[in-house]
Every structure is written in structure tokens, then in C-alpha cells.
């Protein structure tokens, strides 16, 4: 309500009118900023439909430079993120592929900053919103700079740049209402979705486990990207890369990750910080899927679309090095906020390809900085400096932070004695990798591109059923979350072309039916005066069963490292199953806390002070991995008389979590809906504690889910 009492609505109505800053484009063509009208606003101009887009692009630029500067300072994606230091050992050179210096020299040691990050939510947006996590990596490489700026999905939701700002405005919040942050289950979202089926395999991979994991460090990291690498010969070898955590792949439920949210917003940036912090440093080996070039056109999908992998099944993942990270930065602004990642720095011995995603992240990135770092300095910030000395003839600009001697700023000069000078190829300098082109200058987009449903169908195939029952769950709850049935009705028609049943399913879930067609076309990612028949989705190809390699299912579980494990225990607890207890589990890496009914100390039966970690009623059990109750008379009789312990547990069985109990606790355990689930393969009672310790280290008892699911907590 205005405070002026004389201000009506229809004054607001008049100044809309007068003041030419409103506008809506209702019924209005779409137009660039100087207001000439436009064909198509989905493809990029490209030197051949699968070639590298043209400078000339002016319609690419003025989106892609208005996007990129939309939020000062905060970055427009991927805003919430973590960081941290550590380095980049080879385990096995590559001459045959790469020259570059570390992908040859076993004896070196690289630095690396690495960045993780959710891509939709603002900086202050909680840690476990359902989403692709970002994951870069700098390189402080002995030639140069390279950042390898990727995911922890090995696809994307598009197959051109220019399709970046209408994706990243259809996920963020509502621009009316600035609603729902962090979070994509709302209409715009799933309105564009479901008009632009490319974006289906990725977002059936956010609708997996894989968009809430349970840790920074059990993700895996992928440069999504065709990439090239060059020998020494010149000779170009296709790549992807891959990251693989030593720790496995994990995740938590949607429920969990809801509770989270609420009871520790930072849960991943904590956990990293502090896993670092007690000297557990996470890993990640890097891996190489290589193709010679004469294989290019060996596949059934198109190497340069961005929204297909390789199945390692097909093209085995060499690994070639391992990353640690074992520094927590200093100054969170300094360092992770001010870190710029380009995906064009890269180093002699890689080089890009023609992904037309990619060739628009090469001119998005720096871009991107110039505003939000304030310049083209921005490689001057401590954590941007290259750890090998530059020199060049650019010159000033906001916040030069160097003194450049001398007289001569251009090349060619002889009063600067011709430095700084050329390098030749044979003293390490970059070259392009000379790839043939002979094309028609065409804004369109490749038809080898147009099969959109094969792959999220393998992806589906590949999971285990409790992978599947969870995609389903997440599907139903995103459209269960849009009001309108028409985007609803269209994405189970998408969903339906993925697998049939899982349509049904979340159909049901919805109240809705699998509708039998819907109007066409439904690819709007085209030109205007596109042949439409040609960009519809092709027909569904199974050329490849299963691939096991994208399950949850088939990762590692024998780790146990910081995994946190809550004990509960009051006064008078038995000491003599707690000592074996931790001895056993902390000699592994996990982290035990002690939670009891009030904060401070408790004694246990051997009269011992002990510090408690956190009261109950400041804690929650979705924070933790496991739980241990001890025994003793005095310190069970103390905790049945807390109702929140009851909740504790119930969650923890609820969540399908591994679970301990010694001599009395067992009364505690009888109170809770634990009595049910006792013949339960992670639920241990007076058992040995390398049980307990494979319980933890399999993560979860995903066969105890269905009749957990009727727990009420
Ligand atoms: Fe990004 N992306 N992106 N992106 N992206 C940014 O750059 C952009 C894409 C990724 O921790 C921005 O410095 C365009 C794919 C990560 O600092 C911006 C396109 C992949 C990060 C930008 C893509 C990514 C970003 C925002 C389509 C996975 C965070 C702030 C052509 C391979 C890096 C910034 C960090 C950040 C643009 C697509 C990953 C605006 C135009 C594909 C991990 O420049």
C-alpha cells in the first residue's frame, strides 16, 4: 500500500504509461534491443551445421552478452558454490595422445583449485536443492592455465549456446513472483522442457540421485564435452573427460535432502570443509574416454552433441592420474567467489571441437567476468594468476594491479628489443589444430542431432529398482508441483517416449493419464521457416541394453572415511562396546558424535567425562550416516524419557541407514519402529563391529525402502 493517502490505482495505471521503462511483450514478435524482428532465436550462425559458429553472429552476441551480464556480482549460474586447493598427480603418460606437460611427466606435481556448485539457486540458496552440481577444475599447469569446467552429469540439457539463456530464465524463479529458489519443480521450467525435448536426458539424470548427493566427495565429474587431444605429431584424438571419486558415487533421498535444507543449509560445504580440515582428503581419478578421429562417425549419436555420452561399456575409461584436495581455501571472497573459470583456457596438447554448446561457453565465460569481476583484469586476482610468468602488450583497464615497465606497448618494435617475443610451436607454444572446413555459412542445427529419447532410455534401463522407484518419485513431486495440466500432460507424453511404465506411474501419481498424442510439433528449438518435419525427435534406438556403469548400484561401497556416525548416550552409558566401537570405526576415518539429551559433558559407566558433541534437540538425524546406541542402564532409562531420540531413530531406519545397538539400548530400540526391523541386513543388534562398519560402508539398505516408507516421521 502506497503511503500516499492521494496515489489511487489508476495513478499507478497513468504512470505505467508515462514511464517507458514497463514493458510486456504480449502478443508482441520477439525483436533484438534495436528492434529488428527475428527468425530464429535457437541456433547459432555456423560455419556448416556441425561446424564453429561465426564471430559474425551478431543475434548470438547481443543474447549471449545482454544474459551474461544479467546479476552483478553474483554469478548468474552456478552461484552457489564451494571450493578448495590441491593438486594433480599422473599415473600414466599419454605421449601417443596428448603433448601436454601433464598428461607426459609422472614426476610432477599440478595445482589445482576446484570449484563444486549448484546451478540455480543465489549464493545463499541451501546445498541440497535438486540440481546438476558444478564441478571446475583449474590446472596451474607448468604451460599455462587450464580449466576443465564441468559437471557431475556427463550430458547437458541443450545442444546449442544459444539456448542458454532461454533454459537458465525457464529454471530460475518466476521473474513476477522471484519464486521458487533453488528449485525447478515450477511451471516456466517444465513449460520449456517439455517444448524442447533435447533437454530430456539431462533432466531425467536431475531427476535421479545424482542431482542430490550426499557429499561433494562421492560425485563423480564429467567435462561433458568432446574434446581434442593433440601429440606431438599434430595428430588429434577425440576425448572425454571424467572424474571418478574414490569414495563411490552416493546420494540421499528426496526427503532427506528436503530436511536437510532446513536443519543445516551448508551441509555440502560443510562437510568438504571439514572432511579437508581433519586431514581426509577427498580424490577423484581422472579418466579418458578416447576415439581416433576416423571413428567420428561411428556411433549411433553424434560425438559434437553435447546432450549424448559414451557408454563406457562402449569406449572404456582409461584412467590416467588422481586429483587430492587438501587445502581449505583462506578466504572464501578472495578465492572461491573471485575464481574465474574459462572453458577457453586450455593448454598445447587439448584443444576444443565443434560443439556448438562449447563453441558459445568459449565466448560466454570471459564475458561473464568482465562484468562480474569488474574488468579484463580479472587474471591478475590472486587465485586467477597462472603459476608461470606472463607477458604481453595489453594494457590498463580497471584495476591494474601490475606495473608494466618500458616503452613499447605492440608488437612488432625494436626500441622493446622485439619482447615480448614469438614463440615457436617446438618451444611449447599453442596451435590450433588444423581442421578442414568447407561449408554453407547456415544457422540451422544438425539432423544427426535429433534423437532425443535413446539415451534417456538407456539411462532408465541402466538404474536399479530402487534408482527407478526414485526417478519416479522425483518426476511426480516436480509436476506435482506445476499448476498447469497442459505442461504437465506434455511432459508425461516426453516421459512416456523415455519408458512407458514410468510415465503411467507418475501419471498416477499426478491424477492424470498418459495422454495417447500431443499437438506437434513439439520441438520449438528450431527456425522459424525450418522444415519441422525434419527436427522432430527421431525414433527411440536400443543399441546398447544396459549400460551398468550409470547405476548407483555398481559404484564403490568399502569406504567408511568421514562418514558421521551419531552416538546416543546419556549419563551412565556402557563404555566397554562404545571404546571397541570407536576405536574400530575412527581407525577407518569415521567421525563419531557424541548426542545426548542436554549439551556439555556426560560420564560413562567407567566414570570418564566425555564431551558431548551436540544436545539432541540441536541436531537432526538426516545430518548423519549411521547411528551406534550403546547400552547401560542409567543412559537408556534418560533417553526413552526424550521423545526426539524415538524420532532419531525412526529416521534413520526410515532413511535405510545402518544402525547399531549394544546390550540395554535394545529397550530404547523396542520403543521406535526399530521392533519391526530387526532380521534387517544394517540394523545390528549385539553384533560384532565390522558388521557395523559394512553396513555404514554400503550406505544405504535400499531393500529395507518399502516397508520403511510406512514409518510416519
Ligand atoms: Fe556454464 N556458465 N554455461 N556450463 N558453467 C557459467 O560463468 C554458460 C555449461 C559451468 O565454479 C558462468 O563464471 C553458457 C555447460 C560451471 O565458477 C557463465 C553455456 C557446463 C560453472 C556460464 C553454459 C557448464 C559455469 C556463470 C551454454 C558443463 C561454474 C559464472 C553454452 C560442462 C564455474 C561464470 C565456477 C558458470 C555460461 C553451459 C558448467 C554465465 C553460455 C555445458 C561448472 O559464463
New binding site residues.
Given amino acids: 500500500m502506497s503511503k500516499n493517502k492521494n496515489f489511487t490505482a489508476k495513478d499507478s495505471k497513468k504512470i505505467e504509461k508515462l514511464q517507458p521503462f514497463y514493458t510486456d511483450s504480449k502478443e508482441q514478435p520477439l525483436t533484438t534491443n534495436q528492434g529488428l524482428l527475428v527468425n530464429d532465436t535457437n541456433n547459432s550462425l555456423k560455419a556448416g551445421e556441425r561446424g564453429s559458429t561465426l564471430l559474425e553472429d551478431f543475434l548470438l552476441r547481443e543474447k ?1 552478452t545482454s ?2 551480464h544479467e546479476r552483478i556480482p553474483e ?4 552461484a552457489r ?1 564451494s ?1 578448495a586447493h590441491g593438486y594433480f598427480e599422473l599415473t600414466k603418460a599419454i605421449p601417443q595422445y596428448s603433448k601436454a606437460g601433464i598428461f607426459n611427466d609422472t614426476g610432477r606435481k599440478t595445482s589445482v583449485f576446484v ?3 549448484t ?1 540455480a539457486g543465489s549464493k545463499g540458496s541451501p546445498d541440497l536443492a535438486r540440481d546438476v552440481r ?3 577444475v583449474k590446472f596451474y599447469t607448468e604451460e599455462g592455465t587450464w580449466d576443465l ?3 557431475n552429469m556427463p550430458i ?1 540439457f ?1 545442444q546449442d ?1 544459444m539456448k ?2 532461454d533454459l537458465v530464465h525457464s529454471v530460475k524463479p518466476e521473474p513476477n513472483r522471484e519464486i521458487p529458489q533453488a528449485a525447478s519443480a515450477h511451471d516456466t521450467f517444465y513449460d520449456f522442457i517439455s517444448r524442447t525435448p533435447e533437454t530430456l536426458h539431462n533432466q531425467i539424470w536431475a531427476m535421479s540421485d545424482r542431482a542430490i548427493p550426499r557429499s561433494f566427495r562421492m560425485m563423480e565429474g ?4 568432446t574434446f581434442r587431444l593433440i601429440n606431438k605429431k599434430g595428430e588429434g584424438h577425440f576425448v572425454k573427460f571424467h572424474w571418478k571419486p574414490l569414495l563411490g558415487i552416493h546420494s540421499v533421498t528426496w526427503e532427506e535432502a528436503v530436511k536437510i535444507n532446513g536443519a543445516d543449509a551448508d551441509f555440502h560445504r560443510r562437510d568438504l570443509w571439514d572432511a579437508i580440515d581433519a586431514g581426509h582428503f577427498p580424490q577423484w581419478e581422472l579418466g579418458m574416454q578416447i576415439v581416433p578421429e576416423k571413428d567420428e562417425h561411428k556411433y549411433d549419436f553424434d560425438l559434437l552433441d ?1 546432450t549424448k555420452l559414451i557408454p563406457e561399456e562402449m569406449v572404456a575409461v582409461t584412467i590416467v592420474g588422481k586429483m587430492t584436495l587438501n587445502r581449505n581455501p583462506e578466504n572464501f571472497f578472495a578465492e572461491t567467489e573471485q ?3 574459462l ?1 577457453g583456457h586450455i593448454i598445447p596438447g587439448i584443444d576444443f571441437t565443434n560443439d556448438p ?2 563453441q ?2 568459449l565466448f ?2 570471459r ?3 568482465l562484468s ?1 569481476l569488474g574488468g579484463p583484469n580479472f587474471h591478475q586476482i590472486p587465485i586467477n594468476r597462472p603459476v608461470v610468468n606472463t607477458h604481453n602488450n595489453q594494457r590498463d583497464g580497471h584495476m591494474q594491479m601490475e606495473i608494466p615497465k618500458g616503452q613499447t606497448a605492440y608488437f612488432p618494435n625494436s626500441l622493446g628489443m622485439g619482447c615480448p617475443h614469438l614463440s615457436k610451436i617446438s618451444e611449447g607454444a599453442f596451435n590450433h589444430y588444423e581442421e578442414r572446413i568447407d561449408a554453407k555459412k547456415i544457422r540451422s542445427r544438425s539432423a544427426s542431432f535429433s534423437d532425443h529419447f535413446s539415451q534417456p532410455a538407456l539411462f532408465y534401463r541402466s538404474l536399479a529398482a530402487w534408482e527407478q522407484d526414485h526417478v519416479a518419485e522425483a518426476y511426480t513431486f516436480e509436476l506435482g508441483k506445476c499448476t498447469e495440466d497442459s505442461i504437465k500432460e506434455r511432459m508425461l507424453w516426453m516421459i512416456a517416449q523415455i519408458d512407458e511404465d514410468l510415465s503411467k506411474k507418475v501419471a498416477k501419481g499426478l491424477g492424470l493419464k498418459v495422454p495417447k498424442s500431443i499437438e506437434k510439433p513439439i520441438n520449438q528449438a528450431i527456425g522459424a521457416d525450418a522444415d519441422k518435419s525434419k527436427f522432430e525427435p527421431g525414433p527411440k534406438k536400443n543399441y546398447l541394453d544396459k549400460s551398468p556403469a550409470l547405476s548407483q548400484a555398481n559404484t564403490k561401497f568399502d569406504s567408511i572415511a568421514f562418514r558421521q556416525i551419531a552416538i546416543l548416550a546419556a549419563d551412565g552409558f556402557s563404555m566397554k562396546n562404545y571404546r571397541a566401537v570407536k576405536e574400530q570405526l575412527e581407525s577407518d576415518g569415521a567421525i563419531l558424535k557424541i548426542i545426548a539429551p542436554t549439551g556439555g559433558t556426560i560420564m560413562c559407566d567407567e566414570n570418564m567425562e566425555h564431551k558431548v558433541d551436540a544436545s539432541i534437540t540441536t541436531t537432526e538425524s538426516v545430518l548423519f550416516d549411521a547411528v551406534y546406541i550403546p547400552g547401560g542402564k542409567k543412559s537408556i532409562k534418560k533417553l526413552i524419557e526424550e521423545p526426539k531420540y524415538i524420532k532419531f531413530i525412526n529416521e534413520t531406519l526410515k532413511y535405510c541407514k545402518a544402525i547399531s545397538i549394544d546390550g540395554e539400548g535394545e529397550e530404547l530400540f523396542n520403543q521406535t519402529a526399530g521392533k519391526d526391523f530387526k532380521d534387517d541386513k544394517a540394523v545390528l543388534i549385539n553384533k560384532n563391529v565390522a558388521a557395523f562398519k559394512k553396513a555404514i560402508a554400503e550406505h544405504r539398505n535400499w531393500d529395507r525402502r518399502k516397508k520403511a516408507e510406512k514409518i510416519p516421521v
Fill in positions: 549471449i544474459f551474461d554469478r548468474i549460474v552456478h558454490g571450493g570449484r563444486f556448485s546451478v558444478g564441478f571446475a569446467v564441468g559437471n547437458f541443450i549456446a542458454f539463456p564429467f567435462g561433458i564435452h553435447p575464481v574465474a573459470f572453458p554448446l562449447l558459445g561457453r560466454s565465460y564475458d561473464t567476468q562480474r
